[in-house]
Structures are given as C-alpha cells and as structure tokens.
C-alpha cells in the first residue's frame, strides 16, 4: 500500500472520529429537541461516512477489489438519516415540544390539512 493511501485513510478515521465526537458533544449539550436532532444526523453521519469510506479505501488497496458490503452501508447511512431525521422533526412538532426560547424562527408547526379531527393531546396538558 502507498503512503499517499495510508495517509488518505488516516485523515479520512481522524476527520470521521472529530465529527462522530462533535456530534456526540451537540447531542449531550444542546438546550431542547429539536437543536439535538442536529447532532447525530449532520456530524455524526458524516463521521461514520468517512470511517466507512477510509475502510472500504484500505480493504480495496489490500485486496485489490472493492466491498461491495461497506459502500452498501454507506449509502444506506446517507439515504435513511435524513429521513428519519424529517420524521423526529416532523413528530416533535405535531407533539409540541418545548423549544428554547433562544431559537430565532416561528415555525408553522402543522398545515391545515396535516390536523385530523382528533388531533394528538399536548404531553403538558392534562387531558383526560
């Protein structure tokens, strides 16, 4: 293997191991819901897209062929983490949570025709 591939993948497990922890950090510290849904599909997902991308980099100089199983991984990483990043926001906001005050936008939390009849109680009011 080529020192310029060693270093590749280097700089690829170290850049994938700040953002993994950056994201860890956003996760654990931010203030309220929605600015912790930041952390774990932005840096994370990009940490664990650049340590997948330096492993399949190091078994294809190896082996002399692809993994076909680690670039499958990391598509899939980067197709279903926005999705599912949309449906947390998308469940936060038609369950009201509290956002901090700090957070500049009012969002218009549902359209008129996402309201059933019925629409979800609010966790904090009592109903019953």
Same mark, same amino acid.
């Given at each position: 293997?080529? +020192? %310029?591939?060693? /270093? %590749?993948?280097?700089? #690829?497990? %170290?850049?994938?191991?700040?953002?993994?922890?950056?994201?860890?950090? +956003?996760? /654990?510290? #931010?203030?309220?819901? &929605?600015?912790?849904?930041? *952390? @774990?599909?932005? /840096?994370?997902?990009?940490?664990?897209?650049?340590?997948?991308? /330096?492993?399949?980099? &190091?078994?294809?100089?190896?082996? +002399?062929? @692809?993994?076909?199983? =680690? !670039? !499958?991984?990391?598509?899939? !990483?980067?197709?279903?983490?926005?999705?599912?990043?949309?449906?947390?926001?998308?469940? *936060? !906001?038609?369950?009201?949570?509290?956002?901090?005050?700090?957070?500049? +936008? $009012?969002? %218009? =939390?549902?359209?008129? =025709?996402?309201?059933?009849? $019925?629409?979800?109680?609010?966790?904090? $009011? *009592?109903?019953?």
């Amino acid at each position: 293997m080529s +020192g %310029v591939i060693e /270093a %590749v993948i280097s700089l #690829l497990l %170290v850049a994938g191991g700040i953002f993994v922890f950056i994201g860890s950090l +956003g996760m /654990a510290h #931010l203030r309220d819901f &929605y600015m912790r849904l930041h *952390g @774990p599909t932005k /840096a994370t997902t990009l940490g664990i897209g650049c340590m997948l991308i /330096a492993s399949m980099m &190091y078994f294809w100089s190896v082996d +002399g062929k @692809p993994d076909i199983q =680690e !670039l !499958l991984i990391t598509l899939f !990483l980067f197709i279903t983490a926005p999705v599912s990043a949309h449906l947390l926001a998308k469940s *936060g !906001l038609h369950l009201r949570l509290k956002h901090a005050d700090k957070t500049q +936008g $009012k969002p %218009v =939390e549902l359209r008129p =025709e996402e309201v059933g009849d $019925k629409p979800v109680p609010h966790p904090d $009011k *009592g109903h019953g």
